[in-house]
């Protein structure tokens, strides 16, 4: 018998997910780097602090060719429920991810 968070799971529209992850990692990605340009912030990933010491393009590029790789993964295991799962958790990762940028930026700007 299923039950009623895997019953959740499924009936989510995977494709909406995967927008929803690329979208959030390019927000994610331009308010990294102008927290970074302004001072304010330093990139918690130690890996993607090194590519962007190399240059916001790198950094961009790096983080989308990542992200379109899980997500082209993601897409083709669409079937499963563990693709759905995960593509649900890493939905509301990224979504965390913005509303911390967000406070953030209320927080610098504000107040």
Known sequence: MKS???????????ATMIRLIFVTNLIDAALTITWVNMGIAVEANP???FVLEL??????????????LACFILWNLRYL????????LASL???????????????????
Request: hydrophobic share 55%.
């Open 81 to 88: 429920l563990a693709a759905k799962t995960v593509a649900l």
């Open 93 to 111: 990762l990224y979504m965390g991810i913005v509303g911390v940028h967000v406070v953030g930026y209320m927080r610098t700007f504000c107040y």
């Open 4 to 14: 009623r968070i895997s019953n959740f799971v499924i009936s989510l529209k995977m």
């Open 47 to 49: 890996l993607m602090r």
């Open 55 to 68: 240059g916001p393009w790198w950094f961009v590029g790096c983080k989308v060719s990542v992200i379109l």
